[in-house]
């Protein structure tokens, strides 16, 4: 087998780590897939590790132990944080995509995987340290970012549905109070999806009286399981009273100015 | 400001490229950002291009002319696709998962971002010639493998709902038959979400009939939109008339045997 030169062997070290976040990966996967010893991968993952870091592109932690290896842990500065948030309002303070009921468009947003991927590094930082077993989010407009989430941390997605389907097996179905419009919505769970005494983060796009986040808390109760953090991108505060209070967002919507134009700025959450 | 050296600049523009599929990226933004002359950058990117090559891990493709720049194309090879798929038959062959009805539990498979990633993979490298618009989905088990082939083609993500949201503006909604169980159903899209004379492709997790493929060709109509592919995770072929004939899938299921297990195998059209 022919050998491959320090370059080669960085290309698809990277390749392969950015592929899979937050995942333990053996550093013998390595040695095999290059014919090369041991302390030549390291001395390759030095410089990966250095340029991410230099660069502000993420990390590369080392797990010692048997089942150790490498993980590629993804991550990005304040200053490309806040350019980003900023981008986004901008993107967004458009009076067009204002509809009827102060209601906002988003869609081309949350489905513009560039724009989703980005934001899905910025909420995945804010939870990296924590032991996560699922992302939770409920149909429909956060799903990209809810799978984006979960991919940076290394687990898998939950989607909550607003009604059972033949598919999923039995389910679990609560009824929850929509926190801005009041009304009694239902929110279903396939008995399947998730372990008994696990730890989730509620992922979604859009945060108003929080009615939804609240639901998910007592959804996962019946799941036994736990709920330690939300991540939202857009959070409207042009509500009278929050039912959630600890959570983090990009963006803070408040409303519509004189013109008809949404008003969002960058959360100064992001700055701490 | 200090240099970068090979290899450090190797590991960014991996990383970078990896994350911006089928996205052209202006060598401009490598020279500037490692302060390297074009002709440096020209040589590291033959590296990483022979590299992923030579490990079947995708393209590097040069675009000439003023726009131009380089794009990384995903791909795999075929003995990886047809172990995907032998590995997935073995997950998925598991009587546990039949629900009441013949329908197959795979939510817990479409919500891995392992997998998904993997099959976006496969299905993406089918279009991947083609100039395509957008990826249209509808809701909701299979947005997350409709997402990443989106990102795969540098393309936005399109999800049809099942009925019309107040958030998403003025919609068009179809009504169509579901080819499996015969009942009328309803489809609906925002009028914001496709530019018309679009070129789109449809992407699924599973495929009974194709009733839901005909309504999707059907709703672009509205759009003056058309699609020109489908790709699906498991095509159903226990079914006695298919409404769409031309479509890639990575496994079939022909039904339950007599010990009800499901029967699952890799779709030989991977081999082509």
Do not use: W
């Not at 986004?88 to 991927?117: A, T």
């Not at 991540?231 to 409207?236: A, S």
């Amino acid at each position: 087998m022919q050998k491959f030169n320090r370059n080669q062997r960085i290309t698809a070290i990277t390749k392969i780590l950015i592929e899979n976040p937050n995942k333990v990966i053996n550093l013998n996967k390595f040695t095999e897939l290059f014919n090369a010893a041991k302390s030549t991968i390291s001395e390759d993952i030095v410089v990966v590790r250095e340029t991410l870091h230099r660069l502000s592109m993420g990390n590369i932690e080392t797990i010692s132990g048997a089942a150790g290896g490498i993980k590629y842990i993804c991550g990005t500065s304040e200053e490309n944080t806040n350019k980003f948030a900023e981008e986004l309002c901008i993107i967004l303070q458009d009076k067009q995509r204002i509809v009827p009921g102060e209601f906002m468009y988003i869609s081309d947003i949350m489905f513009n995987p560039q724009i989703v991927q980005k934001a899905a590094v910025v909420l995945a930082s804010k939870f990296i340290k924590e032991q996560i077993d699922y992302v939770v989010t409920i149909e429909t407009k956060g799903i990209p970012l809810a799978y984006e989430v979960a991919k940076m941390l290394g687990v898998n997605l939950v989607i909550v549905r607003r009604d059972s389907k033949v598919t999923e097996g039995p389910t679990v179905s609560i009824n929850y109070i929509s926190g801005s419009s009041r009304r009694i919505q239902t929110m279903s769970l396939s008995k399947k999806s998730i372990n008994k005494g696990s730890k989730c983060i509620f992922i979604d796009d859009f945060m108003k009286a929080g009615g939804t986040a609240l639901g998910i808390i007592n959804l996962l109760k019946e799941f036994e399981s736990e709920l330690i953090g939300i991540g939202v991108l857009i959070d409207n505060i042009n509500t009278s009273k929050k039912l959630v209070h600890e959570y983090f967002s990009i963006i803070k919507f408040s409303g519509i100015d004189e013109n008809d134009n949404p008003i969002l700025q960058p959360d100064k959450i992001l700055k701490k």
